[in-house]
């Protein structure tokens, strides 16, 4: 991804203070200078005045407006979508006693990747020594094949996270050995947007082993990709208490979402707990631009969360309040649109997105 640079230099002086000043005897800094620069969506302010005991810096973005504090004269910020914004620098005395300047600075993010199946990527063997394959589906043909069944509408309360999408069956295609499930802008079933979501319930259900999912991943504001399981039991005991695993998730928007993915389970210990870690990119490189291997390896011991075959997180499964992950769990795949988590999408969010999946495989 190419990289932007761009140097501002300001050179406003403006006297002022927040209140009256009590004591005429406080004498406020002079010749306050700032200079700005912008690396995509990273602003980092430089700023210098006489007699100058610390300084503030507040970045407004949108309503919401951060402030950081600083007696070296340096601060920074990062700013999460393309447009103009206002950066405010006070030079303090006391806190009622400064003189302040203020930027207005515009934003640029690369996206880098506008969508689209990728053709490359990382991807993991049919074998491993000590281990047999179990099941797998490579999602050859044309059509989904009976391991699988489609979850449809939109759920309790939007699945119980407020999704704003409409699962339909007709958003999941098999084409050029791939599972793709497509999320759309579009009006149907009283919701905005249309997906997918499929799983093995009742058909395919594992205790243990290693499980390797390659995918491509959606991007941008308001997508929630994921790649999971749930127990067999939760017809009889419901969630939480059936134990959840999330091989993977993503929550789009940003630089630093659409490079961050999750691994988490869910489990019930006198209500809902939960136990995660995340796995980052480089900076500047997102997990849509190529296929990866999201991994689980599940023992009676531990479950160990890999991406590419890198060890990112895990979970000690052995204490007796975690019995849920000793039981047999089917697969959920689907891209949520909105929600708790991830907000819901905006005029950054390009549509259609897909999430592509090459292939699951369950060895042990």
Known sequence: MIRKFIYIFS??????????????????????????TINEGLVEVEANANNANFYTFTFFEGLDSTIVESTDGLGEYTFCCTGSYTVKTKAHTD?????????????????????GIPTTGYTTPLSYP????VWNDEFDGNTLSSNWVHEIGNGNWGWGNNELEYYREENTSVENG????????????GKNYTSSRIKTQGIQSFKYGRVDIRAALPFGKGLWPALWMLGDNITSVS?????EIDIMELIGGGSYND??????????????ADYGGNNSL???VVYAEEFHVFSIVWTPNSIVWLRDDIQFHVADITPSSLSEFHQNFFFILNVAVGGNWPGSPDATTIFPQTMAVDYIRVFQ
């Open 11 to 36: 050179f406003i002086f403006l006297l002022g203070c927040n209140k009256p000043d009590n004591n005429p005897s406080v004498s406020l800094p002079t010749n306050l200078n700032t200079a700005l």
């Open 95 to 115: 806190y009622y006693n400064y003189i302040e300047t203020i930027d207005d600075v515009t934003i640029t993010i690369d996206p880098g990747f506008t969508g």
């Open 130 to 133: 000590g281990y047999t394959l």
């Open 178 to 189: 791939l599972l793709v499930i497509t999320a759309k802008e579009e009006n149907y079933g």
């Open 239 to 243: 969630w939480p208490s059936c134990g």
């Open 259 to 272: 490079r961050t993915i999750y691994g988490t389970i869910h489990w019930d210990n006198n209500g809902h």
């Open 282 to 284: 480089a900076s500047g």
